[in-house]
């Protein structure tokens, strides 16, 4: 059989598996890093992924690559290829305010029957509005914007500017795919297109999708969106080292969580939920969503489905923070937390460290509540950091619910879902059964899905490892706790 890649390009670093067609096993990886910080120049993306593929050691007999990325991000190219600014990332929350400027001209109700999502700061909707009021310079140099993982598939295709691409800065060929396109705040899962009034609304220009008519001198360029199963290019041999002559297909490419859904199989009924630098809480449906909350957005998945997905921006960082603080390795963290009850002796932390996004509270800070001089103790702390990482995601659950989404199974992912305290009280706290994936690189993996997809026509169905399928329990005290402190916060916010 066939071996393919898949590319994860993420906020903290780039990862690539090389996976057999076959039998879905990982034959190689490799990694590089990301520079720390909520902006960041596309080209240590481009390096990362160079430095990735080798250290998974080339792409030798691989036939076909796509490419997973991080969600939102705001990479603008003039009209020459060039990068205007560095791209804002989307757990960048300067453009908050712009977000609520939208959210009052055009109405949530309004914004979410026509993409699917209430704008926060992390669409990439905000960060155009908020170019457009605080850098009108390089807003009236933008020719074209771009994803994260669009701006890799053109480069890796071979194109760019002057000395970079060898094929030129043709914004033409810029394509992406409907996940990430949903992510923008201008693209609508509905109806599968580009709405152009609100990227109008947010720029102040007008724009057109690559590829169709009216080259008209003003309008900025949107990426093309591909079907999920479409080669849409094949890697340029002068840019990508052991591809030589051969022809290695591209896929569409997608984002980060739709790519996960990908590699993890999950199918209708299936929540994941992903404990990483932010955590997300995503079902794959049948329909597409609508919250004029804001709490849920109506995303597109990889498939041709829907992806309803809450997130929170405290995930793993809460735990890593209160670990830090009480001076303890992660395994005698764990040990900590499962020596305390559950609830924590009343004990609550609402871990707003970075502000919060779910609910919408960007100025927010974290918050330890039911202190008591008995109560005050190191395994308390320990456990009440895992319990409020978890209430915050469990909300994002009930969220999803709400939008019609049905919840047979929840997927629990990311590095601290192997930790066996967090396994522990996320089983007395989400109220369907629950399972651990082996740990994997299921972003990449699900960009690796994508690839062999492209290159035959037919989407393939690798088996699951499961590490633990840890027994119901839930004990309704933790999420009380953890609403009566939230009701504080808010009250004070």
């Known amino acids: 059989m066939a071996l393919v890649a898949g590319v994860d390009s993420s906020t903290q670093s780039c990862k690539v598996v090389v996976v057999d067609t076959g039998t879905g096993r ?30 998974a050691g080339g792409l030798a007999e691989v036939a076909a690559l796509a490419v997973a990325g991080q969600q939102h991000g705001m990479v603008l190219l003039d ?33 979410a029957r026509r993409c699917g999502s209430v704008p926060v700061a992390s669409l990439t909707i905000t960060k155009l509005r ?45 394509v ?143 735990i890593s923070s209160v670990s830090e603080l009480l001076g303890t390795t992660f395994a005698e963290f764990a040990e900590l937390a499962i020596a305390a009850q559950p609830g924590s002796a009343g004990v609550v932390l609402v871990p707003y460290f970075e502000g919060e996004r ?27 950091a895992i319990e409020g990482m978890l209430c915050g995601l469990a909300d994002g659950l009930d969220a999803i619910a709400g939008t019609g989404a049905g919840i047979q199974r929840v997927l629990l992912i990311g590095g601290a879902a192997q930790n066996p305290a967090v396994q522990a009280v996320a089983a007395q706290i989400f109220n369907a059964p629950l399972a651990i994936p082996a740990p994997g690189e299921y972003v990449a993996r699900g960009a690796a899905v994508q690839a062999a997809w492209a290159l035959d026509g037919t989407r393939p169905a690798w088996p699951l490892e499961t590490a633990a399928a840890p027994v119901r329990d839930v004990r309704a005290v933790i999420r009380e706790q953890y609403r009566a402190a939230q009701r504080q916060v808010a009250s004070h916010s």
Do not use: M
């Open 176 to 318: 992406t795919d409907r996940s990430d396109a949903s992510g923008t705040g201008y693209w609508s899962p509905g109806s599968g297109s580009y709405d152009l009034g609100l990227f109008e609304a947010a720029l102040g220009r007008p724009a057109r999708e690559a590829g169709t008519p009216g080259r008209t001198p003003g309008l900025a360029v949107l990426p093309r969106v591909a079907c999920p199963s479409e080669p849409v290019g094949t890697l340029h041999p002068d840019l990508v080292p052991g591809v030589a002559a051969r022809q290695v297909k591209l896929g569409a490419g997608a984002g980060d969580n739709a790519a996960a859904a990908l590699g993890l199989g999950a199918d209708k009924g299936d929540v994941v939920v992903s404990i990483g630098t932010s955590g997300t809480v995503f079902a794959v449906a049948d329909a597409p969503a609508c919250d004029p909350s804001g709490t849920v957005a109506g995303f597109a998945d990889a498939s041709g489905g829907f992806l309803p997905i809450a997130v929170t921006l405290n995930a793993a960082r809460v």
């Open 79 to 111: 009209s020459s290829g060039e990068v205007v600014r560095p791209a804002l990332l989307w757990n960048d929350t300067r453009s908050a305010a712009a977000a609520g400027d939208l959210v009052a001209e055009l109405g949530a109700a309004e914004l």
């Open 358 to 384: 779910t609910p919408n509270l960007p100025d927010a800070t974290a918050s330890f509540h039911g202190l008591s001089i008995a109560s005050t103790t190191r395994e308390n702390f320990a456990r009440a």
């Open 130 to 174: 908020w170019l457009r009021n605080n850098e009108p310079e390089n807003a009236a140099r933008v020719a074209a914007v771009a994803l994260p993982h669009d701006w890799l598939s053109w480069r890796l295709r071979g194109y760019g500017p002057a000395g970079q691409g060898p094929l030129g800065p043709d914004l033409e060929q810029l």
């Open 26 to 55: 990982t034959v190689r990886t490799g990694s590089a890093p990301h520079p720390v910080g909520t902006e960041v120049d596309p080209s240590a993306w481009w390096d990362a992924v160079l430095a990735a593929l080798h250290d």
